[in-house]
């Protein structure tokens, strides 16, 4: 096997497994690994690092299918110190950066796998909550109501993440119908009683 290659593969893993919240650095090197491939360029400026990097998740949106874990805010610390220790980029001079060969070598094979590790990470950690996106697959899930209890509850048991995602989604729909609840009852009031509670709406919710 490639050692290079599979050094590549090993650093994609390891910044996908440090994600916490959106999925940067590998979609930063896809971005990179696609300007290689189609305008052969191994040296970048910040604002051409970012231009790549907005290109790349624009196109994870359509291979994914929902821009979940994706499309984080982009810092122009990345390529100087974060890529760096991934071996991805080297600084050349002041807001230019070398990509690396052993990543450029191994371009074709990266820009395949790159999208297959991303895909595979978001689907486990994520469960079925991209699906909910789609108000046909949301209606689909409601029909039956112990197969969408039960939904909930295999969801809510593949990680912390998606107890919280799924605890905030049902507090939030409730919350929202007591507050219109509370909001109608204080108008009603207000006609009976002459006091309008509903200039304190806000605050009950």
């Known amino acids: 096997m490639n050692l290079n290659y599979q050094y590549c593969i090993e650093q994609i893993e390891s910044m996908i497994k440090r994600s916490k919240t959106k999925i940067i650095f590998p979609i930063i090197k896809y971005g990179l690994l696609t300007e290689f491939i189609t305008e052969n360029k191994v040296v970048f400026t910040d604002s051409e690092i970012k231009k790549s990097y907005e290109k790349a998740v624009d196109k994870f949106k359509i291979i994914l299918g929902h821009d979940l874990h994706i499309g984080g805010k982009y810092y122009d610390a990345y390529p100087s110190r974060n890529m760096p220790k991934y071996g991805v980029l080297s600084v050349v001079s002041n807001k230019k950066y070398g990509l690396s ?105």
């Open 101 to 205: 060969k052993k990543y450029y070598e191994n371009a074709n094979e990266l820009i395949h796998d790159i999208p297959s590790l991303l895909k595979y990470f978001i689907n486990n950690k994520l469960g079925d909550i991209p699906l909910f996106a789609l108000p046909d697959k949301r209606l689909e899930k409601a029909k039956d109501d112990q197969e969408f209890f039960a939904l909930i509850e295999n969801q809510i048991e593949i990680n912390p993440t998606n107890f919280e995602i799924f605890c905030f989604a049902i507090l939030k729909v409730h919350l929202e119908k007591f507050a219109c609840k509370i909001y109608r009852d204080t108008r009603t009031s207000a006609h009976d009683k002459g006091v309008d509670l509903s200039t304190n709406f806000g605050v009950i919710y």
